[in-house]
């Protein structure tokens, strides 16, 4: 008999960076919206992926008895205690320290299982074989960089290593981080989801690159707002490396140069914004961040030239 829509096959890693108390989820299925379903993370704290017939009421839960301080291996134990379904469930939990525990209810379809190691659980059911999850516990402990790259590494290698059995549809990935989120209000620092798309793993690696750039350009704002230009000017700096023909980029490092007193270097960065977008000139002629750069000759015939 085919699967029930609710027994949906998902792969899925929980993680943690305990030097910044990161943690997050990355997660796959051949299902509608994944993403609305398995993950929960909260700063400081842990994260928590349900799955196989989710129990969501496991995310709130679990988060409550990690912030008690419990280690994963029991809190999985309390979650389930008291589920009369709970053959059916399939979770995995890392705390903000790194303990980590994964459970599979015998009733979940196969293949199904998981591993938990340090910093990480990674877990999955209907999959094409065990090798998904392994392939997924090493690209986590291979990968470098900060946790969102690590979590998208996994959930690549887990997809290359045969993934969902049926196919594919959503994925998503949740990272928190403690003042992470837009404006620093929350602890939201990567949260994208993939609805429903013909290579959704692929789509979300695009849009944690697009995001992990706004977030440089941010963590590069607020030093523009405390007025550490030379150290705004070197993080725009790598964000242009990165992103060559961001027209956006180049304008803001315009003005960050401008203001940090590097007026050649600005007028050269307003240029390649000005190639990229011409629209930005007319920005330009209103901007105080650029007021000491207006009433130069070179300025003059810049704009001169775009508008």
Known sequence: MEARVADFGTFSIVGADPRTGEVGVAVASKFLAVGSVVPFAQAGVGAIATQSYANTTYGARGLALLRQKIEPRVVIQRLIRSDSQREQRQVGIVDARGRSATFTGKNCLRWAGGIAGKHFAAQGNILTGEAVVQAMARAFQDTSGELALKLMAALEAGEASGGDARGKQSAAILVA???????????????????????????????????????????????????????????????IRD?????????????????????????????????????????????????SLRNTPDFKALINQYL
Request: charged letters at 30%; proline letters at 4%; one cysteine or more.
């Open 177 to 239: 981080r403690a003042n992470g989120g837009y404006g620093g209000f929350d602890d939201r620092y990567i949260d994208l989801r993939v609805d429903d798309h013909p290579e959704p793993i692929r789509e979300l690696r695009r849009l944690l690159t697009l995001q992990l750039r706004f977030r440089r350009q941010e963590q590069a704002f607020r030093l523009y707002e405390r007025k550490q230009y030379q150290a705004a000017a070197r993080l725009f700096a790598d964000i």
């Open 243 to 291: 992103a060559p023909d961001d027209a956006n980029a180049h304008y803001n490092y315009a003005c960050i140069l401008a203001l940090a007193n590097s007026p050649k270097a600005a007028l050269r960065s307003l240029q390649r914004a000005f190639e990229l977008d011409k629209n930005l000139a007319r920005l330009a002629t209103s901007d105080p961040d650029l007021a």
